[in-house]
């Protein structure tokens, strides 16, 4: 079998990758297809070139997070559980009372449930920006509105 063709795997290097900058309003649209799409975009599966270890992933910028939508019950129902470690110090929020409070961390947190726990999660998580209004400091890097 000497006429047999081999090829090489192509692995992204962490300096030739090219970033862009997309934002989504967040007003109407579902949480977790959202979520999933961003996730998508930070860890780089939209390109060509998805290497799985190396950060390929573009950034991300959500505005109105304070209008997304949940289907169903999930306004009233979905809780989000945290601990403090010490006696006593369990801490369980309402998604509704989020929304009031802190609308940017339920986006992340449905981004965050997304990406992969370890170093380069924490990594791709740090491209993802969500603000509550409209207004963003990232008009300088020219972001391109990204369809969900």
């Not at 967040?26 to 998508?40: H, V």
């Amino acid at each position: 079998m000497s006429n047999t063709l081999s090829f090489k795997t192509y692995s992204a290097k962490p300096g030739e990758v090219d970033r862009k900058w997309y934002i989504i309003d967040a007003e109407g649209k579902m949480l977790g297809r959202m979520a999933s799409e961003i996730a998508r975009v930070l860890r780089g599966k939209h390109k060509a070139q998805f290497t799985p270890h190396i950060d390929t992933g573009d950034f991300v910028i959500v505005t109105n997070a304070e209008k997304v939508s949940l289907s169903g019950k999930k306004m009233d129902q979905k809780t989000y559980f945290s601990h403090s470690n010490y006696p006593g110090g369990v801490r369980i929020d309402n998604v509704k009372d989020m929304l009031q409070k802190k609308p940017e961390e339920v986006i992340e947190k449905a981004v965050w449930g997304m990406l992969p726990h370890n170093n380069l999660g924490r990594k791709l998580f740090k491209k993802l920006k969500v603000y509550s209004g409209t207004e963003h400091p990232h008009e300088a890097q020219c972001p391109v509105e990204l369809k969900v």
